[in-house]
């Protein structure tokens, strides 16, 4: 399990990018990469960059994303003659980008902003939990905006934490029941040849997502709704574009994961020497 400081750092990040809690398996995919020195907060917040999800905030104006980043992360409006205008002033001249902003800026939270990041960490946590206790789905456009609404409400006033945590109760209490999404994604062992080093694989759309023996199962079930998530955007269980699957599955494309560098070396050399053998 994650250490709590990596759980509190993640959970900031959803919040301050997405101004929603995090789902349970990515907060734990990300928090344990955290432990385990595989990733950092900056890379964490560039990976986030690239989503579909967080493409409307990454497409604003410098100072339109500067403001919602303070609106979603401290619960306040950004003013400019206050908070000064360093970071909008970077964007615009390259000197950073947007998601490492973000990062410095949520490090950087002073006064009643950290006691709101604080108190939106602790709302956001009560609604990962409890989609899990519950047993629910927490997935789609219509659950984020939902959990987002219960965020907007949370801010440096302690009171807001009370009625946050019973707003997300409530709006968690409104999901969907069972924790699996649209697109069932099962663990499974296989025969495929090539594959016989890494031992487990999720099947999504046609598509394999193998994981050698020493990759946590969190982590190939994470990748697998990534991926499922991104052939499916609007989660109706139906790929958006059967054309995209069609090229991949032709193409033999597929996902491998393994634990650290060596492993690779002898998964690489594993699928090397089967290939060798029938030419």
Do not use: C
């Amino acid at each position: 399990m994650a250490t709590t400081a990596s759980t509190t750092r993640v959970q900031e990040l959803y919040i301050a990018y997405f101004g929603r809690p995090a789902d349970a398996a990515g907060l734990a995919f990300y928090a344990d990469a955290l432990d385990a020195g595989t990733t950092t907060i900056s890379a964490i917040a560039s990976s986030f960059g690239t989503s579909a999800e967080a493409a409307p905030i990454v497409a604003l104006s410098t100072s339109a994303y500067v403001s919602a980043v303070y609106l979603q992360a401290f619960g306040r409006a950004y003013n400019s003659a206050t908070d000064g205008v360093f970071w909008t002033d970077a964007i615009t001249a390259g000197a950073t980008t947007k998601e490492s902003a973000m990062v410095q800026i949520l490090g950087g939270a002073g006064g009643t902003d950290i006691t709101a990041v604080a108190n939106k960490v602790a709302v956001a946590n009560t609604y990962t939990t409890a989609v899990t206790t519950d047993s629910k789905s927490y997935a789609g456009a219509t659950a984020a905006a939902a959990a987002k609404a219960v965020l907007d409400n949370v801010t440096a006033t302690a009171s807001t934490v009370t009625s946050g945590n019973a707003a997300a109760q409530t709006a968690v209490t409104a999901l969907a029941s069972g924790t699996v999404d649209t697109f069932p994604l099962t663990v499974t062992s296989h025969t495929d040849p090539g594959y016989e080093l890494l031992t487990r694989k999720i099947d999504v759309f046609g598509i394999g997502i193998y994981a050698a023996d020493g990759v946590a199962e969190n982590k190939l079930i994470h990748a697998a709704h990534v991926l499922a998530e991104y052939l499916d955007n609007d989660e109706d269980g139906v790929v958006d574009n059967q054309l995209v699957v069609d090229a991949i599955i032709a193409s033999k494309a597929t996902i491998g994961l393994w634990k650290n560098e060596d492993d690779l070396d002898v998964i690489t050399e594993g699928q090397r020497r089967i290939y060798d053998g029938l030419r």
